[in-house]
């Protein structure tokens, strides 16, 4: 079918390529020799073609600091100027947030105090009872229970009234974009492609320009990270209504529905499952951002966290991590047991028989208040009696230090100078000619002119961005800890995949692991390898190995049983069956594994130049030292672009790997 | 008698521009233009009628046309050319506000698949079209309570659909469609995706249906049988053409091609043809038996009776006037030799 939209001379050109025999070979030539060559050529190159002469570079920054100076200074309709504008709506945003916070800790007034921590505990208990089962009640209340004798009380609080504000929000937006997508065509041309690059943004990205036009603080905080987490909700709303079963649309257009009744009656309700899904993403999402939105002033788990490690009170820092995880866990578990629950139909009687969770959502309620007026301990936990373990993690951190220090020193050493220093002289010296070429035919191969002509796009503005050793040192980073993530992932995914109860078992930890906000994962990397680049790359290992992992996993069990009942029943050995069968049609599944790890590894980076790296992240960090909205916003583009390069890449090859395997 | 629904000429190519294609070749393009150009040919110069009361099955293979039809009937798709003409208007013409009026009022559909809505009960699912026609909700769930037992499923309203068997969901999907009292009732594959067994039991349950709401019914299925079964008339559909419409016995005797005779090549005779198809004109003085049987007996239902009697029998009419005999020789042929038999 794609073939034959193709003009014969492409067509054998491609199938001169594919060749006979050892095709693969073939093809992997063609495709490298190019960039190879320029790589070769490289010393001989004029410098023009190495590296995009600064007087060349697109001012971008300019440009983009210009149009914000106009949107700061110049009044629209000579009334108020856009930052007057966007001021005011995130003014809008403090009142659902104060009234959130007061109802959750702060109170309204002396006489009015907010919920008792029992209180918010018991309805933890009793959402987690009614949404899935008496288990996740008791995980509920353990998490919560924790939150408050670890004298993390207020902190959680405040962190929570974020997510409970900004996810709504974010969750309405999205739905509204979804929608609007998907009653105009044009619309969805338009909102994809932005939504794609918005998705590929790293979380500073936001935050400067909303630093900007909001200004430092908590309500700045919120609205970057209503603004990180909607796009996802627009999306899977998109995606939600297109796979509304034809038939049950029909049925509404029968049942003689209007267009309005067709939406929300039939469309919005079917495509539930979808949503939810969104309503899950969302929610973690702004828990991720609400705790990075700390360096533009939110306040919270986050902002302790972020003083803490400043200052390399590293058992203190754990703390709280401890706490940010099991805030993440509790809110993933809840919104996928709410995700998941059918309904199912009422009881009768009287009020609290068809509505006993109600019922003793209230009581528990009236009951915290009563028992909290006589015993204040149960208002707010008295600091006297919390229990902390900074101390214990200190002690167990110097233990490791002092046992292990030498080990880790060597692997850290020799590592950077036998390995990561050379790899970045190498990369250093690709000339962005070669990634060009390099790209164009990669795109051209598997995706034809179309993807070709984005992927130039793509590599013309890293090269022109005027950021191109920054974009190298960040590729050289992320390609490494990529490599070592996949190695890690697919040995990991392999073992994992051998048995139901170990592929259980792993699934379970990567499910956990990957609800913890990004921000988490420093902590261990700074914990044993103190601040400098090793530890970072640490950083993106431990967060982006955990795709690979699962997608290895996913890929090998989705193999058709009858084919390895096939390859058995042909004489295989269990590891030619692995090597010969499973793998090979696993590797599709694998390879988007890999993609979605480039994608964590890019994140990453940037937030892990908090502990001073010198690529494209340190630059987001330094933009937003001097308040450069458009420098931020030019470098977070060429993150996004790297990520968007590959994951085009990835996908075009993948696509037509399952054609060619009859996977699809 | 006047068609209740009925369609002429009506096309329906899926391709670049349907229209102006159709057009260019005077409205009747041949089968090579049709894959020179391709195009994708649904459903071509469909002309069919359905009288008020009758059950008329469409039948065909996979792919052959039989949703797309239908559905052009119902104008859920827009056929490319032709009329519908529904209680004699032409359905195609109505502005769209008319015709959600005429959907709500007038006409029901059942799907394959149910196409229930999972977020509502069973109460609310076949409420629901009253509901989107602003009937109040103490009526509509009165009446939906009413279809909701005549479907017998009387105890099951507050259910969820996922609560419910594949034969439950469909009957759900059955009231729902009847909420309304609608004229015209569509059914697409209804009983396909229940195994056979339910399937058995649904067509009893939509029979008895039928002699007490007497629908004018479109009826769509794959499976001969359930046509013969349930049919009053029906149309054969390959390749989005009608190829023969007729009742049971006709397609059975006389099939207008290859492809409708390889329908009814493995069906039971003797279950569809009546006894007038194997009678003989009575001869004078002829011996027969006391026994009687009616013409518009199934030969299956008295065959027993018939090969049981040395004699043969005497054949009555509706009047109970004598119209013939009929001997065990010819129901044996009949049974064993499978022939094409033109009767007395
Ligand atoms: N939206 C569409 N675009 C292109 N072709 C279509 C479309 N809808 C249907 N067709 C084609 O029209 C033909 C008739 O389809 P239709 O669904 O009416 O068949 P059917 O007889 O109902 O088959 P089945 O028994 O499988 O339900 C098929 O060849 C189908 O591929
Ligand atoms: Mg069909």
């Not at chain 1, 003009?7 to 006979?20: H, I, K, M, S, Y």
């Not at chain 1, 933890?124 to 288990?135: K, M």
């Not at chain 1, 309405?172 to 590929?200: C, D, H, S």
């Not at chain 1, 866990?329 to 059918?342: C, G, V």
Request: some cysteine; hydrophobic content about 50%; aromatic content about 10%.
């Amino acid at each position: 079918m794609a073939e034959s939209a193709v003009p014969n001379g492409e067509l054998a050109l491609r199938r001169w390529v594919a060749g006979t025999g050892q095709s693969g070979l073939r093809v992997a030539l063609f495709l490298v020799a190019p960039s190879v060559l320029v790589l070769a050529l490289g010393p001989f190159l004029p410098d023009w073609l190495r590296i995009v002469p600064q007087e060349w570079s697109a001012p971008f920054v300019g440009w983009i600091n210009a149009a914000v100076e106009i949107l700061r200074r110049e009044e629209i309709f000579g009334l108020f100027t856009f930052r007057d504008l966007t001021r005011a709506i995130a003014n809008l945003i403090d009142y659902p947030l104060d009234f959130v916070e007061a109802i959750l800790v702060a109170g309204f007034s002396e006489s009015v105090p907010g919920l008792p921590w029992i209180a918010v505990t018991g309805l933890a208990i009793v959402l987690g009872w009614y949404l899935q089962g008496r288990q996740l009640g008791v995980i509920a209340g353990i998490c919560f229970a924790y939150m408050a004798i670890f004298g993390k009380w207020e902190l959680s609080m405040v962190t929570l009234s974020v997510v409970l504000v900004a996810a709504p929000i974010a969750g309405a937006i999205g739905v509204a974009l979804g929608i609007a997508a998907y009653k105009r065509r044009w619309f969805e041309t338009v909102l994809w492609p932005i939504l794609n690059v918005m998705q590929a943004l790293p979380h500073f990205s936001y935050m400067i320009p909303v630093a900007i036009f909001i200004g430092i603080g908590h309500k700045a905080g919120t609205i970057a990270t209503i603004i990180f987490a909607f796009p996802v909700m627009a999306r899977l709303t998109l995606l939600g209504l297109k796979g509304v079963s034809p038939e049950v649309r029909e049925a509404g257009t029968m049942a003689g529905c209007t267009k309005r009744q067709m939406l929300w009656k039939v469309e919005l309700p079917a495509a539930r499952p979808t949503l939810m899904v969104g309503v899950n993403q969302v929610i973690m999402l702004c828990l991720a951002m609400v705790v990075l939105a700390s360096f533009v002033g939110a306040k919270g788990l986050g902002h302790d966290l972020l003083n803490r490690l400043r200052s390399l009170w590293i058992g203190q820092a754990l703390e709280i991590g401890v706490v940010i995880v099991f805030m993440a866990i509790i809110l993933d578990r809840l919104s996928q047991a709410w995700a998941r629950k059918e309904p199912e139909h009422m009881r009768e009687g009287p009020f609290h028989v068809r509505h006993p969770f109600l019922t003793a959502g209230a009581a528990v309620v009236v009951v915290s208040y009563v028992m909290a007026a006589f015993v204040p301990a149960l208002q707010l936990w008295p600091k006297s009696l919390s229990i902390t373990t900074a101390p214990l993690w200190d002690a167990l951190i110097d233990d490791i230090i002092v046992y292990a220090f030498d080990y880790l020193e060597l692997i850290k050493d020799t590592l950077l100078v036998h390995v990561l220093i050379p790899m970045r002289d190498l990369y250093l010296m690709l000339p962005w000619s070669a990634l060009l070429v390099f790209a164009v035919t990669l795109g051209w191969y598997y995706g034809g002119w179309q993807v070709a002509g984005i992927q130039a796009l793509f590599a013309l503005y890293l090269a022109f961005a005027g950021f191109w050793e920054r974009t190298l040192i960040t590729a050289y980073m992320v390609s490494f800890a990529v490599i070592v993530c996949v190695i890690i992932g697919s040995i990991v995914g392999i073992w994992a995949a051998a048995g139901p109860r170990r592929t259980k078992v792993v699934e379970l930890i990567l499910d956990t692991f990957q609800t913890f906000p990004s921000f988490i994962y420093l902590i261990p990397a700074i914990m044993l390898f103190s601040v400098n680049d090793f530890a970072a790359i640490m950083a993106i290992v431990i967060y982006a190995t955990i795709p690979t992992t699962r997608l290895t996993i996913f890929g090998l069990r989705m193999v058709p049983h009858d084919i390895v009942e096939a390859a058995i029943t042909s004489g295989c050995t269990p590891r030619q069956v692995l090597w010969k069968v499973r793998m090979p049609l696993a590797f599709p599944a694998i390879m988007l594994g890999i993609n979605q790890t480039i994608m964590y590894a890019l994140f990453m980076v940037v937030i892990a130049a908090f502990i001073g790296t010198t690529d494209l992240g340190q630059e987001i960090f330094r933009s937003k030292a001097d308040n450069n909205a458009g420098k931020s916003l030019v470098v977070g583009l060429c993150i996004a672009f790297m990520g968007l390069m590959a994951d085009q890449l990835i996908n075009a090859w993948a696509r037509e790997r399952k054609k060619l395997l009859g996977l699809e | 008698m006047d068609a209740k629904i009925a369609c002429r000429r009506v096309w329906k190519l899926y391709g670049r521009d349907p229209e102006g294609f159709l057009a260019a070749h005077g409205g009747d393009p041949s089968d090579g233009a049709i894959v020179a150009d391709g195009y994708i040919p649904a459903v071509r110069h469909a002309s069919l009628e359905v009288f008020p009361g009758e059950i008329l099955v469409i039948m065909g293979l996979s792919g052959s046309g039989k949703s797309t039809l239908v559905r052009c009937l119902s104008r859920l798709i827009e056929p490319t050319a032709g009329e519908v003409l529904f209680d004699g208007q032409d359905l195609l013409k109505v502005p769209a506000r008319e015709l959600i009026e005429i959907r709500r009022h007038k006409m029901g559909m059942v799907f394959q698949h149910f196409a229930l809505l999972p977020h509502r009960t069973v109460l609310q699912n076949v409420a629901f079209p009253l509901e989107v026609q602003g009937v109040d909700r103490a009526t509509r769930e009165q009446r939906a309570l009413e279809i909701i037992e005549l479907v017998g499923l009387k105890g099951r309203d507050r259910y969820y659909p996922r609560e419910l068997s594949g034969g439950q969901q469909q009957r759900v999907g059955i009231a729902r469609s009847l909420a309304v009292e609608p004229d015209v009732w569509f059914l697409d594959e209804p009983f396909s995706a229940l195994d056979p067994l339910i399937r058995r039991e649904m067509q009893d349950e939509f029979l008895r249906l039928q002699t007490m709401l007497r629908k004018t019914i479109a009826f769509i299925t794959h499976d001969f049988d359930e046509a013969i079964r349930l049919a009053d008339r029906i149309a054969i559909m390959n390749e989005g053409r009608i190829v023969q419409i007729g009742t049971p016995e006709e397609l059975v005797t006389r099939p207008a091609d290859d492809y409708v005779a390889n329908f009814t090549r493995d069906v039971a005779r003797e279950k569809l043809l009546t006894i007038a198809s194997v009678m003989q004109a009575p001869a004078v003085g002829q011996p027969v038996s006391d026994g009687t049987v009616r013409q518009t007996d199934k030969v299956a239902d008295v065959a027993r009776q018939i090969v049981g009697s040395e004699l043969p029998l005497r054949v009555a009419d509706d009047s109970d006037r004598i119209v013939g005999v009929v001997s065990r020789a010819r129901v044996l042929d009949m049974l064993f030799s499978r022939e094409p038999d033109s009767g007395g």
